[in-house]
């Protein structure tokens, strides 16, 4: 089976840190993704990587910057955190075109 | 750029009985990938039912079943014999063919079975 991990189910961070949220992908997938799910918002693309070193913004990256350094491993992180991003973050990897994703089990993310 | 639209934002059904969750997308590609995904309380995102729209065949898994009317740009999920394990959010997806590296989801609809 697929193993998507991520590195915190929970995280409480202060205004204006920096903040790192790690996902790794043990099946060698060659895309990973992360989400923002907000209620009512549904799951919104922030960034997506399809090789290493290689990445995308979605459709909300303000705020965040990725890496992805190793194939398994995907990074988002917050450079200088807001109330504003507060919420869940999804990580998911496909392996390729025609696949679905695979999701991790989320970070619920909150910032005071 | 692709929309997909759930109407529902929240729903419920008694245990065994049948329910429906309603999914539309805009979009003009004429090849594309469809899916259904479950979020269960506190639980991990999975994967329910997929369709390829060159495929007029409706798919199924089980008791999970979709509609799905390209013309109309419709894609229904259809759980028949609901159980409480079938609580979750669900969320409507739409992949393009070409990429198979960007996903656009609809808002969720949120089900309750109730015993």
């Known amino acids: 089976d697929v193993k998507v991990t991520q590195s915190s189910r929970y995280l409480v961070k202060r205004t204006g840190e920096k903040v790192f949220l790690e996902c790794v992908q043990d099946?060698?997938?060659?895309?990973m993704f992360w989400y923002r799910q907000d209620p009512g918002l549904g799951l919104r693309l922030i960034y997506f990587?399809?090789?290493?070193?290689?990445?995308e913004k979605g459709d909300i990256p303000e705020g965040y910057s990725v890496s992805r350094e190793k194939k398994e491993r995907f990074s988002l992180i917050l450079e200088s955190a807001s109330t504003n991003q507060t919420s869940m973050y999804l990580c998911a990897s496909n392996p390729g075109t025609t696949d679905t994703q695979y999701f991790g089990p989320g970070t619920r993310l909150t910032v005071l | 750029a692709q929309t997909v639209t759930q109407s529902q934002p929240e729903m419920s059904v008694q245990e065994a009985e049948t329910v429906t969750l309603s999914c539309t997308y805009d979009t003009s590609e004429s090849n594309y990938y469809l899916f259904w995904y479950k979020q269960p309380p506190s639980r991990q995102m999975i994967l329910v039912i997929r369709?390829?729209?060159?495929?007029?065949q409706n798919a199924t898994e089980n008791r999970f079943s979709v509609n799905f009317q390209k013309a109309a740009k419709s894609f229904s999920l259809k759980i028949s014999d609901s159980q409480l394990g079938d609580t979750a959010m669900y969320f409507c997806?739409?992949?393009?063919?070409?990429?198979?590296?960007?996903?656009?989801f609809g808002t969720g609809t949120s089900l309750t079975v109730i015993p």
């Open positions: 369709q390829e729209a060159y495929k007029q």
């Open positions: 997806a739409f992949m393009k063919s070409d990429t198979g590296n960007q996903f656009y």
């Open positions: 990587s399809y090789d290493v070193k290689m990445k």
């Open positions: 099946m060698d997938h060659e895309n």
